[in-house]
């Protein structure tokens, strides 16, 4: 029985999906023993489908449970590697960068704002390897 996946942006039957969690890396497949992690701030989900395609999906800021045979992934933000839109990712990066340029580096604004520099960064490589939208 395939593995089944949800999420705000897929919910299907996969054959693996593997992602960080804060304490390393998860690889999940069907019949999986129950599961619940955080996962990375900021990361890519590898997701298998059943016809052996990999696909990559955007996630940061959340946990991950699998019980029955479902994967469960409640994160901030999600979103299928082909469906970020550049232009945005560019424009988040930029304010990113702009705020770091004017802040202590020592103030947790500074982290706040690096924090969103890496997931602009991480969003901007998902998409372009995998021909995303703008």
Partial sequence: MPLKTFCSALENKVAA????????SYGILPGHAPLVTAMAHAGAVQITETSGEKVAMFASDGFAQVQNNLLTMVCEAGEMAQEIDLERVKQAEARAREKLANLDKASIEF????????????????????????
């Fill in 17 to 24: 999906v593997s992602f960080m969690g804060v304490d390393g």
């Fill in 111 to 134: 982290l706040q704002a690096e924090a969103s520099l890496e997931k602009a960064l991480l969003r901007d490589l998902l998409a372009r390897r995998s021909g995303g939208a703008g």
